[in-house]
């Protein structure tokens, strides 16, 4: 890093064990020292917009995501009468289902629930885009592959 004149930013530096759940008591508990800096291990870190789990459970990306996506969700339907239905139908698009795109073949392999949870999302979309009741039966029925 010297060589490169860069310089540790103990304050913004993670770094997280990948360990499964059964051999966490393995990993030592102190912090790591880098220089002169000191770097305690992490739970979940982002990169690139992903939260990673020390476990790769993906729960705490998935969770974020979610959060996220019926915010937006609740947002658009706040403005939703004030705006034409192709306005809507672009921010919805644009906002929820392009975060439910971004590195989605990291979802792969994710147990059920995991997915379950993205699927509500999914079908809260459509609601919007539709703009029928949780009671409509002959609404489209999007899914995610498993």
């Known amino acids: 890093m010297i060589t490169n004149r860069l310089q ?9 064990w990948f360990v499964p759940p059964r051999r966490r008591h393995q990993l030592p508990l102190a912090h790591l ?12 870190i ?3 917009s992903v939260y990673l789990d020390s476990d790769l459970s993906m729960t705490s ?6 959060c996220s996506c019926f915010g937006v969700l609740r ?9 034409p239905r192709k306005s809507v139908l672009t921010l919805i698009s644009s906002l929820v289902m392009s975060k439910l795109d971004y590195c989605n073949v990291a979802f792969a392999g994710l ?10 999302v999914m079908n809260a ?10 009671c409509t039966a002959s609404r489209p029925h999007y899914a995610i592959a498993r």
């Open 8 to 16: 540790l930013n103990a304050a913004k530096t993670e770094f997280l």
């Open 61 to 66: 990306h998935i969770t974020r995501l979610v």
């Open 111 to 120: 147990p059920r629930r995991e997915l379950d949870r993205l699927q509500s």
């Open 33 to 44: 020292v880098v220089g002169s800096a000191q770097v305690n291990p992490a739970t979940s």
């Open 125 to 134: 979309a459509e609601r919007g885009r539709t703009s029928h009741s949780r």
């Open 75 to 83: 947002q658009i339907r706040s403005i939703r009468r004030s705006l």
């Open 46 to 48: 982002r990169d690139l």
